[in-house]
């Protein structure tokens, strides 16, 4: 098993930047890929960016590309979402997630955390 606990969502104007952290716990965070992933209200969620087990390979959604950057630090069982220009349609709960595969599909993903609130105010 693995936990997940985000933090660092919050109210931010648009063009602000903010970011969030996924702190893991259990068994070995640096077994598994990790990915981010986020849900607005009334939508499905939808992939946002993931990373390998190592950190040496990122994939973005093309909504994110080139404003968001994933990270991962193994030896302190943390990942991290940097997110830069935002934008009011960023809006949503983000999650982080663990799973076998470095994937862009939320069904592929075993753990994940309980959610944190961004709001990108126009």
């Known amino acids: 098993q693995v936990q997940l606990v985000e933090s660092g969502g919050g109210l931010v104007q648009a063009g602000g930047s903010l970011r969030l952290s996924c702190a893991a716990s259990?068994?070995?965070?640096?077994?598994?890929?990790m990915g981010w992933f986020r849900q607005a209200p009334g939508k499905a969620r939808e992939f946002v960016a993931t990373?390998?087990?190592?950190?040496?390979?990122?994939y973005y959604a093309d909504s994110v590309k080139g404003r968001f950057t994933i990270s991962r630090d193994n030896a302190k069982n943390m990942g991290y979402l940097q997110m830069n220009s935002l934008k009011p349609e960023d809006t949503a709960v983000y999650y982080c997630?663990?799973?076998?595969?470095?994937?862009?599909?939320?069904?592929?993903?075993?753990?994940w955390g309980q959610g944190t609130q961004v709001t990108v105010s126009s």
């Open positions: 990373i390998t087990r190592s950190g040496d390979s990122t």
């Open positions: 259990g068994r070995t965070f640096s077994s598994y890929p």
């Open positions: 997630a663990a799973g076998p595969f470095p994937s862009g599909a939320p069904s592929t993903y075993d753990y």
